[in-house]
């Protein structure tokens, strides 16, 4: 008995996007015959793609399509311009198709016709699928574009599904890190620059910082770096202006919001937790990162080489299991 198109898609739905393209691609040739198939994703800025998954396609082919077929596609141009699906007939005769240099780039490995669909999500073209047949094969019909249609728009719920999923997470993992460390201050701003909540109080937000800007001021111009960054989360270290005494700000995006996550500056180095495991060249290196300077600031210090410093700090984090130096620092400072 035949699967039916939401039967064969019903597993996608609890899936990422990784995964969707994997399912997807080992059930398309249940749906759809063809000699050749590509699940494709696109870069939003230059539309070119930047993850390619295929069954049956040459690698060779693969390859002379983003060189040479790629930017003269027809049907590309017509899904890009239309949002619709489209085979070969669809936006030219059979003898244009066959004058054309992509069916001649085609016909070098032994394929004749396409069918293209664009993946759209949140109104955006993100990605196509693209099937091909041999050149002996029958050509794509109507009744293969309404099947890739169907696909395409359960493809589209699927993807969107696994991005509320990924953003309700990334959501919760906030909320956790913020009431865990609730007692160090947490302050909300939103994409207009206003305080939604805030724990600190005005003397600390007051605070002049190295870069002669007070704690505030300095959380807006984080706030509005990670909303036009394509990060959803940063740390950055600042010390106090007339000391070196490490501030570090954590910063988490949310939808329309972000979330800055501020840590006390009234902090003494712990050093007994590290001491046991490093040396006393690492401990050096250690105290003069929890005082605020870099790597090469280090080096004229302990007039070592900044490689040397750098050495030194890739043994530190594998043995404080630790893979930045804001994390280091939060590791070893007692609030």
Not at 21 to 43: E, T, V
Not at 76 to 94: D, E, G, P, Q, Y
Not at 187 to 208: H, P
Not at 250 to 255: T, V
């Amino acid at each position: 008995m035949e699967k039916s198109l939401p039967d064969i898609l019903q597993p996608l739905k609890r899936t990422h996007i990784g995964d969707i393209k994997k399912n997807y691609l080992n059930r398309m040739p249940q749906l759809i015959d063809a000699a050749a198939y590509g699940f494709y994703l696109l870069s939003p800025q230059s539309h070119s793609p930047f993850s390619i998954d295929t069954i049956g396609a040459p690698k060779k082919f693969l390859k002379d399509y983003e060189l040479y077929g790629r930017s003269i596609d027809p049907l590309l141009r017509h899904i890009n311009a239309t949002r619709k699906t489209v085979h070969n007939h669809t936006v030219m005769s059979k003898s244009q198709w066959e004058k054309h240099r992509l069916h001649q780039l085609m016909n070098d490995y032994g394929l004749k016709w396409s069918l293209q669909g664009p993946i759209i999500v949140r109104e955006e073209i993100i990605g196509t699928i693209n099937f091909a047949r041999h050149r002996n094969d029958k050509p794509f019909g109507e009744k293969d574009i309404q099947i890739a249609r169907n696909l395409l728009e359960l493809l589209s719920i699927s993807i969107e599904y696994s991005i509320q999923v990924e953003t309700q997470k990334q959501m919760f993992n906030v909320y956790n890190e913020v009431i865990d460390n609730y007692n160090q201050g947490v302050i909300l701003i939103n994409d207009k620059g206003e305080v939604l909540f805030s724990s600190i109080g005005k003397n600390l937000a007051d605070v002049k910082l190295s870069n002669q800007m007070s704690v505030i001021d300095t959380l807006m111009v984080e706030n509005r770096r990670l909303l036009c960054s394509t990060k959803n989360e940063q740390e950055t270290v600042y010390q106090l202006l007339n000391s070196k005494k490490p501030i570090i700000i954590k910063s988490y995006k949310l939808p329309d919001t972000s979330v800055l996550h501020f840590i006390s500056c009234n902090k003494k180095i712990k050093w007994e937790n590290l001491k046991k495991v490093l040396t006393q060249r690492e401990q050096e290196i250690v105290y003069w990162i929890c005082e605020g300077e870099k790597p090469n600031d280090i080096a004229e210090h302990l007039f070592i080489s900044p490689h040397t410093v750098q050495q030194h700090l890739k043994n530190i984090y594998k043995k404080a299991k630790v893979k930045s130096r804001t994390e280091l620092v939060s590791l070893i400072m007692e609030l």
